[in-house]
């Protein structure tokens, strides 16, 4: 036997192997097909040297020579395309036809003249193809290609350094690519430098780090894939083996034992190891799968029981972090966010971020239209980096994104990263997601509901208080009148009896006193009853003055009693503006509680300041401005503030949910509201501008009572 075809040979068969066990492990995968056909030609390239350097005739020779090269031609094609596919260079993607294109031109003159390939040497060793004409050309593009597949991955190593799976997946790949170009010196041979072809040494060598890459970083998730494999061959080896073995090597001692019949003995140990084989197989199968996956199939029951439990978790705040930090914890990825589609800006905004540290990853809004969004709404499952592509708005680093659909109404997704071990995600992994994406939707749902419950539950509650509130004050105000009547009543009395003035003077200043106290009551009872009447269906002529005043009236003894000095500065004559009275006084009334809340943080002999100002900054716009001395609001948050559930407050102080209410009923005004502060500690100032009534003849009007103001 001719020793120098052994290492084609193996080489040949380590390649189909491995082109195999990838492809079939996901067919349908573009980088699949590609790194098959890769394996596939250098399976050809070597198993045609193996044919050729096994037989000694000419004829053979002169058909083997063509046949070996026809795969040969497609290996820097081949290469360019799973690299291209691996890297996504969407761009060069419309290249790789062109590229087949090419190799189809010196296919074309490798079986159809003499100008690529002119026959073949004799050498010791064997026979080898001699390059004609053509042939430098083709090593031209090849080396190109190799260029350019090299510059690629040396790139893409820089760009990944921030994802260690992925960097270590191209700085593996883009060794072994290295390695297999050295293959290359076996051209030499072409041009007949008789030395024997070591190619076969590199390819080997590439082969390994592919195989290593493949294992240990997941580059095209087969490892499971592997380990069956070789635990099918240790089983049949062991079926196989054992019984020739004996044949072999015991021999003679079982014919001194057994006589004549000594082969009866590997043939029964044959049949009880081949019976035994595929139950021996399962079981180091289902070990092996055990130990391989053990922490996957630990998270995914994890996920499992999660899927279980978000329904009782009835605060939508509670629940995203919930996911967030379990999902986390469990998975060992490296971050996940929670995206809730909002009603208020129309957008898929950020609800969490796990840990916070990642949130620079992510946009804050991100629209209905956003081309990650129409993919996950038509493929309505979950989609790996891949699949997703590059986009502007989410880093995912290897990581999947996990669509949550009602219906058909996608409502909310997560993005997650890739796994803190390197590993990539595998179907499993996929599917243990898709399951916990239903049960998210459900969950969030199931929040949303209890949300709007509780919010209409807060509604009537408010619209009793302000029932109650205005019945109080009503029946208030009557002692009051009686008080008011009974000191006139005591005056007159008083004057008729004819009292001494010293002892007069005395009795006239309790009098006063209790009509200046009777009438401060009053005063405040008549803003309660205004506060809480019912709302205009409608806007309606009124004065800003009159809001300002109310607001006053209500709001003075908080501002006494929090030792708040209060200045107002309101433009003399300000025009009539159309707008509804208590949902304006609202708006006052949050910005003022904003401010004590925000005063409480001048320091101790500081005086406390909260200035309103009204003003025409324009002929068609009034303006308000309400600003404090307090802790102010950083620059970052500025634009925030406005939003649901933001709040510069702790979380035990507030929801976040005042200023919002504001921005719909100016939204209602069609005014516009935004927010100024030097910083934080230097105060801060909300603005407000409402467009002016044009016809100056209109009179205030108290419109037609329908609806209550808005919460």
């Given at each position: 036997?001719?020793?120098?075809?052994?290492?084609?040979?193996?080489?040949?068969?380590?390649?189909?192997?491995?082109?195999?066990?990838?492809?079939?492990?996901?067919?349908?995968?573009?980088?699949?097909?590609?790194?098959?056909?890769?394996?596939?030609?250098?399976?050809?390239?070597?198993?045609?040297?193996?044919?050729?350097?096994?037989?000694?005739?000419?004829?053979?020779?002169?058909?083997?020579?063509?046949?070996?090269?026809?795969?040969?031609?497609?290996?820097?094609?081949?290469?360019?395309?799973?690299?291209?596919?691996?890297?996504?260079?969407?761009?060069?993607?419309?290249?790789?036809?062109?590229?087949?294109?090419?190799?189809?031109?010196?296919?074309?003159?490798?079986?159809?003249?003499?100008?690529?390939?002119?026959?073949?040497?004799?050498?010791?060793?064997?026979?080898?193809?001699?390059?004609?004409?053509?042939?430098?050309?083709?090593?031209?593009?090849?080396?190109?290609?190799?260029?350019?597949?090299?510059?690629?991955?040396?790139?893409?190593?820089?760009?990944?350094?921030?994802?260690?799976?992925?960097?270590?997946?191209?700085?593996?790949?883009?060794?072994?690519?290295?390695?297999?170009?050295?293959?290359?010196?076996?051209?030499?041979?072409?041009?007949?430098?008789?030395?024997?072809?070591?190619?076969?040494?590199?390819?080997?060598?590439?082969?390994?780090?592919?195989?290593?890459?493949?294992?240990?970083?997941?580059?095209?998730?087969?490892?499971?894939?592997?380990?069956?494999?070789?635990?099918?061959?240790?089983?049949?080896?062991?079926?196989?083996?054992?019984?020739?073995?004996?044949?072999?090597?015991?021999?003679?001692?079982?014919?001194?034992?057994?006589?004549?019949?000594?082969?009866?003995?590997?043939?029964?140990?044959?049949?009880?190891?081949?019976?035994?084989?595929?139950?021996?197989?399962?079981?180091?199968?289902?070990?092996?799968?055990?130990?391989?996956?053990?922490?996957?199939?630990?998270?995914?029951?994890?996920?499992?029981?999660?899927?279980?439990?978000?329904?009782?978790?009835?605060?939508?705040?509670?629940?995203?972090?919930?996911?967030?930090?379990?999902?986390?914890?469990?998975?060992?990825?490296?971050?996940?966010?929670?995206?809730?589609?909002?009603?208020?800006?129309?957008?898929?905004?950020?609800?969490?971020?796990?840990?916070?540290?990642?949130?620079?990853?992510?946009?804050?809004?991100?629209?209905?239209?956003?081309?990650?969004?129409?993919?996950?709404?038509?493929?309505?499952?979950?989609?790996?980096?891949?699949e997703v592509g590059s986009t502007d708005k989410i880093k995912?680093?290897?990581?999947?994104?996990?669509?949550?659909?009602?219906?058909?109404?996608?409502?909310?997704?997560?993005?997650?990263?890739?796994?803190?071990?390197?590993?990539?995600?595998?179907?499993?992994?996929?599917?243990?997601?898709?399951?916990?994406?239903?049960?998210?939707?459900?969950?969030?749902?199931?929040?949303?509901?209890?949300?709007?419950?509780?919010?209409?539950?807060?509604?009537?509650?408010?619209?009793?208080?302000?029932?109650?509130?205005?019945?109080?004050?009503?029946?208030?105000?009557?002692?009051?009148?009686?008080?008011?009547?009974?000191?006139?009543?005591?005056?007159?009395?008083?004057?008729?009896?004819?009292?001494?003035?010293?002892?007069?003077?005395?009795?006239?200043?309790?009098?006063?006193?209790?009509?200046?106290?009777?009438?401060?009551?009053?005063?405040?009872?008549?803003?309660?009853?205004?506060?809480?009447?019912?709302?205009?269906?409608?806007?309606?002529?009124?004065?800003?003055?009159?809001?300002?005043?109310?607001?006053?009236?209500?709001?003075?003894?908080?501002?006494?009693?929090?030792?708040?000095?209060?200045?107002?500065?309101?433009?003399?004559?300000?025009?009539?503006?159309?707008?509804?009275?208590?949902?304006?006084?609202?708006?006052?009334?949050n910005f003022a509680n904003n401010s004590i809340h925000a005063v409480k943080a001048v320091p101790q002999?500081?005086?406390?300041?909260?200035?309103?100002?009204?003003?025409?900054?324009?002929?068609?716009?009034?303006?308000?401005?309400?600003?404090?001395?307090?802790?102010?609001?950083?620059?970052?948050?500025?634009?925030?503030?406005?939003?649901?559930?933001?709040?510069?407050?702790?979380?035990?102080?507030?929801?976040?949910?005042?200023?919002?209410?504001?921005?719909?009923?100016?939204?209602?005004?069609?005014?516009?509201?935004?927010?100024?502060?030097?910083?934080?500690?230097?105060?801060?100032?909300?603005?407000?501008?409402?467009?002016?009534?044009?016809?100056?003849?209109?009179?205030?009007?108290?419109?037609?009572?329908?609806?209550?103001?808005?919460?």
């Amino acid at each position: 036997m001719n020793v120098f075809v052994i290492p084609p040979l193996v080489s040949s068969i380590l390649f189909i192997l491995l082109g195999v066990f990838v492809f079939f492990k996901n067919p349908r995968s573009n980088i699949n097909q590609a790194f098959g056909l890769m394996c596939l030609v250098t399976f050809w390239w070597q198993f045609s040297w193996f044919i050729l350097f096994s037989f000694n005739t000419e004829e053979m020779a002169s058909i083997m020579v063509r046949v070996g090269y026809s795969g040969i031609i497609f290996i820097p094609y081949s290469f360019y395309h799973f690299f291209i596919f691996f890297l996504k260079k969407d761009r060069e993607k419309k290249i790789v036809p062109f590229a087949y294109l090419a190799g189809l031109f010196f296919l074309f003159f490798n079986w159809s003249s003499n100008l690529f390939i002119k026959g073949y040497y004799k050498y010791s060793w064997g026979y080898y193809p001699k390059a004609g004409i053509l042939h430098p050309l083709y090593l031209l593009t090849l080396f190109a290609v190799a260029g350019r597949v090299t510059y690629l991955l040396y790139k893409e190593s820089f760009d990944t350094k921030s994802s260690p799976a992925r960097y270590n997946q191209v700085k593996y790949l883009l060794c072994a690519f290295v390695i297999y170009t050295l293959a290359s010196f076996d051209f030499v041979v072409n041009y007949g430098v008789g030395i024997y072809p070591i190619g076969f040494i590199f390819i080997i060598i590439s082969l390994s780090i592919m195989a290593y890459i493949i294992v240990k970083y997941h580059l095209l998730d087969i490892k499971v894939v592997f380990t069956r494999a070789w635990i099918f061959i240790i089983v049949y080896l062991l079926v196989l083996g054992v019984p020739l073995g004996l044949t072999g090597w015991g021999k003679n001692s079982l014919q001194e034992l057994l006589g004549v019949n000594w082969y009866w003995a590997p043939v029964f140990l044959a049949i009880i190891l081949a019976s035994a084989g595929p139950f021996i197989y399962t079981f180091l199968r289902r070990q092996a799968e055990e130990v391989l996956l053990h922490d996957q199939r630990h998270y995914q029951r994890t996920l499992t029981e999660l899927s279980k439990t978000m329904g009782r978790i009835r605060d939508l705040d509670e629940l995203v972090k919930a996911i967030a930090k379990r999902v986390v914890d469990t998975v060992k990825v490296s971050f996940v966010a929670v995206y809730l589609y909002s009603e208020d800006y129309k957008s898929y905004q950020l609800k969490e971020c796990y840990p916070a540290a990642e949130k620079e990853r992510f946009q804050e809004l991100i629209t209905p239209d956003y081309p990650l969004v129409s993919l996950l709404n038509q493929q309505k499952k979950p989609l790996l980096s891949e699949e997703v592509g590059s986009t502007d708005k989410i880093k995912l680093n290897n990581g999947l994104v996990i669509p949550c659909f009602i219906g058909d109404s996608l409502i909310a997704f997560l993005a997650i990263g890739s796994k803190v071990s390197n590993q990539m995600y595998t179907p499993d992994d996929v599917l243990a997601f898709e399951a916990l994406s239903y049960s998210t939707a459900l969950a969030i749902e199931n929040s949303q509901f209890w949300k709007e419950i509780e919010e209409r539950q807060r509604q009537a509650r408010i619209a009793e208080m302000d029932l109650f509130s205005y019945s109080v004050a009503h029946e208030i105000d009557n002692p009051m009148s009686v008080i008011k009547g009974q000191v006139g009543l005591i005056r007159k009395t008083l004057r008729e009896l004819g009292i001494p003035k010293d002892k007069l003077k005395n009795l006239t200043e309790s009098l006063d006193f209790i009509d200046d106290a009777q009438d401060r009551t009053s005063t405040m009872v008549n803003a309660i009853e205004d506060y809480g009447k019912p709302v205009p269906a409608d806007l309606v002529t009124l004065k800003l003055e009159d809001v300002v005043s109310s607001f006053f009236m209500l709001y003075k003894p908080q501002f006494k009693h929090e030792g708040v000095y209060f200045e107002k500065e309101i433009s003399v004559n300000l025009p009539l503006m159309k707008g509804i009275k208590q949902e304006l006084v609202q708006v006052l009334v949050n910005f003022a509680n904003n401010s004590i809340h925000a005063v409480k943080a001048v320091p101790q002999g500081q005086q406390k300041i909260i200035r309103l100002k009204a003003e025409l900054p324009s002929p068609d716009l009034v303006r308000i401005s309400f600003s404090d001395n307090g802790y102010g609001i950083v620059k970052d948050k500025i634009k925030a503030v406005f939003a649901p559930f933001v709040t510069t407050k702790a979380s035990t102080e507030g929801k976040g949910m005042g200023l919002s209410t504001v921005t719909k009923i100016i939204q209602k005004h069609h005014g516009r509201v935004w927010a100024d502060s030097p910083g934080k500690g230097k105060g801060a100032t909300m603005i407000v501008e409402f467009p002016i009534v044009k016809d100056d003849s209109q009179e205030p009007s108290k419109g037609t009572i329908k609806t209550k103001r808005m919460f």
